[in-house]
């Protein structure tokens, strides 16, 4: 009796004797080590962004002093307050604002249509279309933006925020169409399908089921044309002289501006991009398919 009391439990103790734990620690890890990357990039961006918030909200005095704390010790709005002051700031940011959402709708509404045509439809060419698309943007800047100068003066466009947008949409394009074909992609072929069964229209298919599925696609291809916009600043310095966005404005005053204004005009630089980015970070979706909240 007491034999075969104590042979049960053996027997029920081998297999978790057996089991191989070196696959477990290996899963925590490289989880451990995916943990610690992720922190490492975020801080190695929230770096900058904290130090210019910090120079942007404290006195002259705070600037000019050394050692420099890395806490807030005298926050002022001095700085900002005198930089938003400057001739043609406000006009310039309105500027940016005006460009960067007109480049979002045009790249929006030429972009999606390309990037289903491509999921979609199979074509002689296709590939050496996508090919061409990325080399689009192996051009500098400044080369697109001479030739580019010159047209635009011969149209009457020369100095206008139209004449910046379309050059944003230019640079955006290939992005946006290329992202959102992938999304289109991974979109099951089957409920269109199913949609156009059931009594849909090939437009309402799209606007129906279509849309909503590739929506996550499509955000993050608006915030990349936004952002974009937002920051360029050869092309916008090169076709404008009066009409500035914020970015060119900045550049151009930064030879004779002190150290505050810098520090000010890259803080205004970097809160409506980051606004917007919470704004449209509840549609992007994250590696795993479900949506951020």
């Not at 298919?205 to 955000?219: D, E, H, K, S, T």
């Not at 076709?239 to 914020?246: G, I, P």
């Amino acid at each position: 009796m007491t034999a075969a009391g104590t042979a049960a439990p053996d027997r029920a103790a081998a297999p978790d004797a057996g089991v191989d734990r070196a696959p477990l620690a290996r899963r925590r890890r490289n989880r451990m080590l995916v943990q610690v990357a992720c922190l490492a990039i975020t801080a190695f961006m929230a770096a900058p962004m904290y130090l210019i918030t910090l120079a942007a909200f404290s006195t002259r005095e705070s600037l000019n002093a050394f050692p420099k704390s890395f806490a807030p010790a005298d926050v002022s709005t001095e700085t900002l307050r005198s930089f938003l002051g400057a001739t043609g700031v406000v006009p310039s940011f309105l500027n940016s604002l005006v460009v960067g959402l007109l480049t979002l709708v045009l790249s929006v509404a030429i972009g999606t249509p390309a990037g289903y045509a491509l999921a979609r439809h199979v074509f002689a060419g296709r590939d050496a279309y996508q090919l061409f698309l990325l080399f689009t943007r192996a051009l500098p800047i400044v080369v697109l933006s001479v030739p580019l100068a010159r047209f635009f003066i011969t149209a009457g466009l020369s100095d206008t925020v139209l004449a910046v947008a379309l050059l944003h949409t230019a640079l955006a394009l290939p992005t946006t169409v290329l992202i959102t074909a992938s999304i289109f992609t991974a979109v099951p072929r089957d409920l269109e399908e199913a949609a156009l069964v059931f009594g849909c229209t090939r437009a309402s298919a799209f606007r129906q089921v279509v849309a909503p599925l590739a929506l996550p696609g499509i955000a993050a291809a608006s915030l990349f044309t936004f952002v974009l916009s937002w920051n360029e600043v050869l092309g916008a310095a090169v076709l404008t002289l009066t009409n500035r966005t914020l970015p060119a404005q900045v550049l151009g005053s930064l030879q004779w501006s002190p150290l505050p204004y810098r520090f000010a005009g890259g803080f205004a630089l970097l809160v409506p991009a980051l606004i917007f980015i919470f704004v449209m970070r509840r549609y992007l979706l994250n590696m795993w398919g479900t949506t951020l909240r």
